[in-house]
């Protein structure tokens, strides 16, 4: 059977493509935030997995405000990027895993939810970012991979516990998918951040940082919170924490905090970092 090896967590901001693109990761602003990573380089060279799993949110090249599904899960040999307008590099196409992603899907539908299925399927900067993050420059990419969306942007929106419980599908699905592969779960979005209204600029580092922690030691404490408390803790955008929260589902039993790392600001957004290691 696969093995799920860990779970990864970050910020998706798209100033950090234009921070690669234009090789400004040393610079005063940037630094702090891309002295992160080395941890995170080591740890993935010595589980090295086979597939990521990345979960996400979508702004628009798939999902718009008429048509957005609660959950949605890539069944695509590829996933292509595109021009999304940030002034960021589009990149390579990235390798999707078949088996895995149609075991998913059954393996979901089984447990009763009641995903959407895309076998074409375009993916933006919440995917692209973080897996350039991981394992900068190289390209393709070395891990097969296999979207999956979280409605963050439409509401209603999945409460924490329903995407505790999706994560743990997720893992259960991975757990018992006939291979030997070695899987890591990536989570992607915020964290605080508001990007527009009354409150534009606002950031939690409070709850962030004690969000970070939860996820460790008791990921349940973050199920008791709904979409709105979330809102006006984390901010309108802040809410896709629920990204961080599903992967950490995803990982089942106890975790071991390999490295974690927070930021602010970039772009008017908490950026955080957080690996975990399943034990």
Known sequence: ?????GGLNVTHVPYIGRAIANNTQQDPYWKPFFDGFPPVHAWLDKVKPDVAVVIYNDHGLNFFLDKMPTF???AAPQYNNADEGWGIPTLPPYQGDLDLSWHMIDA??????????????LVDHAFTLPLELFWPGRHPCPVRTVPVCVNTVQFPLPTPARCFKFGQAI???IESWDSDARVVVIGTGGLSHQLDGQRAGFINKEFDLMFMEKLITDPLWV?????PDLVELTGTQGVELINWLTTRGALLGEVAKVHANYHVPISNTASGL????AV
């Open 108 to 121: 979901l539908i089984e447990e009763e939810f009641d995903i959407v299925t895309c076998q074409e399927m």
């Open 274 to 277: 957080l690996c975990m290691e």
């Open 171 to 173: 893992g259960r699905a």
């Open 223 to 227: 199920t008791r919170y709904s979409i």
């Open 72 to 74: 949605a899960v890539g």
């Open 1 to 5: 059977m696969a093995k799920i090896v």
